[in-house]
């Protein structure tokens, strides 16, 4: 609930003192009431930048249930193939067990991550890399580069059913979040 704290009443009378906690929940409930894509698209990303700047830094989750959600426009396929993921040059990743891409507006798959290389350039790990690879200047940059094990694929496919990016960058949820949701409102 927000509320004043009393200790700054005299001084910010006119504050209401509150958590991002409380802040993204009353998004949350909000976003049902807004009948404009627009004010919805605002109020989803807002929630997911505080996600990802707020709460990412203390998610409660541990390396053996942390998953990594990234946007797969490309890469959800190339995993499934190859079982590899190359992030964007200078991107950083916290500790986590598995991988799993936002694709076509939904989830369906889950992958284990074997091995993790930061690398000064994918030139480092081309022993690795499926054949059909040709490294360009911008993989000469340094990534993150991970090796994964078969794809799994979920219970449930989990669907996005907002308007807007479930994820733009990465997001952080437990295996078993994730295991059990059927929409990324689940999340």
Known sequence: MIKKKTADIAVYPDVYWTNWQEVVTRLKNYKSDFNNEVMSFLANQFEILIDNVVFSKNDGYT???????????????????????????????????????????RIKYVFKIKSIHDVESLEEVQNILPNYYVLTDVDKEPHTFFELEDADVLPHIVEHKQFGPFVQRQRYKSIEKLRKAACTDDL
């Open 63 to 105: 390396k053996n249930n942390r998953v990594i959600i990234v946007g797969g426009h490309f890469a959800e396929d190339v995993a499934c193939k190859y079982h590899f993921y190359s992030c964007q040059p200078n991107r950083k990743f916290r500790e986590a067990s598995y991988i799993a891409f936002y694709h076509q507006k």
